[in-house]
């Protein structure tokens, strides 16, 4: 149980263009859906926390209009990085916390590549 | 502010022995904390994790150690083995309703057979 699916899990898109990535829970409901970043041998980065049926809450530092998260249903949430520029090629991972349990399930990750 | 560390980008730890992975925090007001175990190009996925009420929490082979006064956690690893090779983050959090979780850079863990 407590699987988290995420898609596409690899995007190559041109400077300028919008990507959507998708992160679902399979097997569970998830109130709470998380996005992080991570570059090339650094740590992950929180970049927002979303909530069902609410508007998401950003870091500090994050775009929120540059990076738009929607989390339309309990097994659903999308990051839509919009006029992606070379900078956000990154990978991109989210999570899901499933009830009351402590731990949040990851996705495995899609890696973006803006040419 | 890098308010957990891994200061340890990597370790090689020969198989059957201990693996030790060390985490520091710097924000007192963490009283939770996780490990994850991340292979290339997957999420990580939850290894063990422990509350500031413990000092110790052991799980199979993996057993993490909690310092609160020199802010400071360990995992343990016996007997290391070439699976266990990934990368290995541990994460902190203000409360256990793991909301917001706070990564280290990792630390890379070899197992050499």
Redesign the interface.
Known sequence: GAV?S?HP?WVICKSGTSVKIECRSLDFQAT?M?WYRQFP??????MA?SNEGSKATYEQGVEKDKFLINHASLTLSTLTVTSAHPEDSSFY???A?RG??????????T?LTVL | DQQ?KQNS?SLSVQEGRISILNCDYTNSMFD?F?W?KKYP??????LI?ISSIKDKNEDGRFTVFLNKSAKHLSLHIVPSQPGDSAVY?CAASVG???????????TRLTINP
């Open positions: 988290v995420q899990s709470t998380f041998k650094q740590s992950l980065m929180l926390t991972i989210c999570s916390r009351t349990y402590n731990e949040q399930f990851f996705g495995p990750g890696r | 957990v980008p939770y996780l994850y190009a997957e999420g990580p996925t939850f994790s983050f256990q309703g793991a909301q917001k979780l706070v990564f280290g850079q990792g």
